[in-house]
């Protein structure tokens, strides 16, 4: 019970073992926060380039920005767990300062550094000695030792490379080409990892910071309570809608669970919930909210980096399974609710279907006119006004600011959270709602930069922080002033001076393991990079799995799981994807399956971002359990059960990419956007053993079959119809004349991989347009010859679209296999949704039996 009283920094502090000390230490911890904050807001914006003062390049303000990480982890985190909580001792601060010197020293001697590449003085070697320990010592202190130690594994690997056993083995890296490589050069501890921390994800934390200073945290929570507080089961599904909107734009699931747990858990345990559901439920929608776009805890970033496609196909790709993914969990929490027979918060009166319908279609429709009004009506604006469109743009939102902090200062304000209230009546939606709706706007304006603007993440992520800037300097005295009845003060200027600083310097805090965490990772990156142990993991998974596709993607599946355990989401990425996005990649074309890049990396960022729920080191499990009073244990079991949809859907898109929306028309995207929400609906019914009533056995295992057939109907009709025909290859040109432009022919080659051995794989040849085959083979870029029977790849265009599928020089091309014409996939549906309907009325019957009182199952029935 001691928890109760404790702020939410505290208890995130308490959970993740940071101190919190009194008196100057403190003011210099906020301080080097504050001073963080600024500093990363000065390099985001365009100041620097207008003023001609600071302007620095990547490599420079990387180096700055793990300077601060390392010396606030020294500062904010003690070495141990019997280590002082209340003050900082002074080898503590001794060490902060020399990690964050080692880390200064790229910026502080860039000039000479970039005059001699590679070629180490003994005050480099020097620097990299200490700094790469400091770094170890850091991680261990602010994420716990999984992530030093991996870091660790792979420095010993790249030193003792010609000692391994078997495959193993590799030539080794001196000492002094591992130093350079991971601290001096940009390819280990400062490579892209770190860039992207420095340019964007800070950026982004801040804003979630910003945003929870500014109060839309306890909006958000409060709107979902009152839209959703009385259904079965009320705050347990407020509890998935407010962690979804606030894991938006959060970039750790364990601030997620206590930002909104301490509320959500103890209402949930109020209507019934046990403390390992309540916090288990928390668990599963807060850890779902590292997979919703925009930020994706801050991994869409990277993505756009490692996959190399637009931030905006990120997102696209993302959208779908994240919010089917949601929509599954509030489904689950619907089931468990009907399970445990709970009742409606009050006397509320649930409304007719119909008019719950009508509801939310004029809300989608309401909110799609407003888009599309802002969406053409800047888009009219910007060109008839020239250069005037950015300042008459700017007046146009400050009114709209006003007017809605006057429409929010004609409702009451928002009352303060409390746990400890008797759940006997709930907020009004209209009044919540309006109260509110300015918290939009810094939303609003990041999504404008990042979608229409195509502005980069960094830079939309400042603007959006501007704007939520100005809410937290002048929402206080404006409200107060617009407020009619004057019932309620909410404080002036002042206070909102005191917001944006505590802001600020949450959000610092916030960013202390993130940074930590790219740079240790990076370390892992680099490691792969100078060593090629990708390939000598792919051994490893084919020599397990036998072959066997699936087996090997279970393989992946359970190693990312293990890799991503006490990391946070940002480092689980960056470690999952160096050294598990290639394997798919491998051993999937070699073994007939060719996968788009988006695909894999979802992949194995869903299976890393689960390490987060499962035990025995699931952390926001733990962090829930501190909150619920429950068992930790219990708790991430039980998660990572509600959970299982979140770990089906990456086996589903590997295999059905119509799933990330990729080359899919818009109709045919919203038609796979219904089915595959329906089907992880009948998905969740079979796992959790509840449909319409208790489902027997047999019908949850037709339910499952259903769930498949409704996501994969390819697979049957791929039983039914081979989808392609093979051709020898000596007809590769017939075959391409044959077949209708902007299809594809699937090639199986066999060639040598990077190290040299030979190695057999599947690849896709996209047909270009042409009168004829010999035409079409042109347009390729492709040249072929015959020799003993052969067919051998001859030359290959440079930048060719052969050349981009990954043919080269001398490959032999084993077999060609061209699309055949068959009945589309998708007719597979209607079996399966007659198999749903049979299970449907075997429900209804028994539902109908238990009514008249002829069943007593002790089930309570269903929808």
């Known amino acids: 019970m001691q928890d109760k009283h404790l702020s939410t920094e505290e208890l995130i502090a308490q959970d993740v073992g940071a101190r919190l000390p ?247 345990k109020k209507v019934g919930f046990s403390k390992e559901k309540a916090g288990a439920v928390e668990v599963a929608s807060s850890v779902n909210g590292q997979i919703m776009p925009p930020v994706m805890g801050a991994a869409a970033f990277l993505m756009v980096e490692y996959v190399g496609i637009p931030y905006v196909e990120i997102i ?82 400050a009114v709209v600011y006003l007017a809605l902090l006057k429409i929010a200062a004609s409702n009451p304000p928002l009352p303060d959270e409390d746990p400890d209230k008797p759940l006997t009546e709930l907020p009004q939606t209209r009044a919540v709602l309006l109260s509110g709706l300015h918290f939009l706007l810094p939303v609003v304006v990041l999504v404008w930069c990042l979608m229409i603007e195509r502005l980069s993440p960094g830079l939309s992520a400042f603007w959006g922080s501007v704007m939520l800037v100005i809410i937290l300097l002048t929402q206080r005295p404006l409200l107060s002033w617009l407020r009619a009845d004057h019932g309620a003060t909410h404080g002036g200027f002042v206070d909102g001076v005191i917001d944006l600083r505590e802001g600020l310097i949450a959000g610092a805090r916030n960013m202390i393991g993130i940074g930590i965490a790219t740079a240790a990772a990076g370390i892992i990156v680099g490691a792969v990079s100078q060593t090629g142990v990708g390939l000598v993991l792919a051994d490893v998974v084919e020599v397990l799995s036998m072959g066997n596709l699936l087996l090997m993607l279970v393989f992946i599946a359970v190693f990312s799981l293990i890799l991503g355990m006490g990391l946070p989401t940002t480092a689980n990425y960056i470690v999952v994807s160096s050294l598990m996005a290639p394997v798919v990649v491998a051993l999937g074309q070699q073994n007939g399956l060719i996968v788009p890049l988006i695909a894999v990396h979802l992949f194995v960022f869903y299976f890393g971002i689960m390490a987060d729920v499962t035990p025995p080191v699931g ?111 000596t007809e590769l040109a017939q075959a391409l004349g044959s077949v209708d432009e902007n299809s594809q022919l699937r090639l199986r080659i066999r060639g040598e991989d990077a190290v040299g051995d030979a190695r057999e794989f599947a690849l896709l040849l996209p047909v270009p347009s042409g009168d004829s085959g010999e035409e079409r083979l042109d347009k390729l870029g492709l040249m072929t010859y015959e020799e003993d029977g052969r067919v051998l790849i001859d030359s290959v265009a440079f930048g060719s679209p052969a050349a981009d599928a990954g043919l080269e020089f001398d490959q032999e091309i084993l077999v060609v296999r061209a699309p055949t014409d068959r009945w589309a996939k998708e007719w597979m549906w209607l079996p399966g949704l007659l198999v749903f309907g049979l299970v449907v009325w075997l429900q209804r019957r028994r539902a109908g039996k238990q009514a008249r009182g002829l069943d007593h199952t002790g089930a309570q029935p269903g929808i």
């Open 619 to 729: 952390l926001a499990s733990f962090a829930a359990a501190a909150v619920s009073k429950g068992d930790p244990i219990k708790t991430g079991i039980t998660a990572f059960y509600y959970s299982l949809r979140t770990a089906a859907l990456p086996f589903l898109f590997i295999f059905n990419t119509d799933l990330l929306l990729i080359d899919v028309s818009l109709w045919h995207g919203v038609l796979i956007f219904f089915v595959a929400t329906g089907a992880m609906l009948i998905f969740a019914a079979g796992t959790q053993g509840f449909f319409l009533v208790r489902s027997r056995w047999y019908e949850s295992v037709l339910l499952l079959l259903v769930a498949f057939t409704l996501f994969r109907p390819g697979f049957w009709m791929d039983l039914a119809h081979d989808p392609y025909r093979d051709i020898p290859p």
């Open 316 to 397: 696209k790709h993302a959208f779908l399974p994240a919010s089917i993914s949601y929509i599954a969990l509030l489904y689950i929490v619907h089931l468990e609710a009907l399970k445990q027979g709970m009742q409606p918060i009050g006397n509320h009166q649930p409304k007719p279907w119909l008019r719950r319908l009508t509801g939310f279609a004029f809300g989608a429709a309401l909110i799609s006119g407003l888009s599309l009004a802002v969406y053409y009506g800047l888009g009219w604006l910007k060109p008839a006004l020239g250069d005037y469109a950015l300042p008459v743009i700017s007046v146009l939102l």
């Open 22 to 268: 009194d008196g100057l230490m403190a003011h210099v911890i906020a301080g080097l926060a504050l001073l963080w904050s600024l500093f990363q807001l000065w390099i985001a914006s365009p100041l620097p380039f207008i003023f001609r003062i600071g302007v620095l390049n990547d490599t420079e303000t990387r180096a700055i920005h793990l300077a601060f990480a390392l010396l606030l982890a020294f500062l904010a985190y003690p070495a141990f767990k019997r280590s002082p909580r209340d003050r900082v001792p002074l080898v503590d601060i001794a060490l902060g300062l020399v990690a964050a010197a080692s880390a200064a020293y790229l910026f502080i001697f860039y000039q000479q550094l970039a005059l001699r590449p590679g070629s180490l003085t003994t005050a480099d070697l020097i620097t990299a000695c200490i700094g790469i320990p400091l770094l170890l010592e850091a991680t261990r202190r602010a994420l716990g030792p999984p992530l030093a130690i991996i870091a660790l594994v792979f420095l010993i690997y790249s030193l003792a490379g010609p000692y391994m056993p078997g495959f193993l083995a590799h030539r080794g890296v001196s000492f002094t080409a591992l130093a350079n490589h991971q601290w001096i050069t940009t390819e280990g501890v400062f490579g892209i990892a770190l860039g992207v921390s420095t340019s964007f994800v800070f950026l982004f934390v801040l804003f979630g910071a910003l945003l929870e200073r500014a109060g839309a945290g306890h909006y958000f929570i409060q709107l979902a309570f009152s839209l959703l507080g009385h259904m079965r089961g009320g705050p347990a599904k407020a509890a998935v809608v407010s962690s979804a909107l606030t894991g938006m734009i959060s970039g750790s699931s364990i601030a997620n669970v206590v930002t909104t747990g301490t509320f959500t858990i103890p209402m949930m």
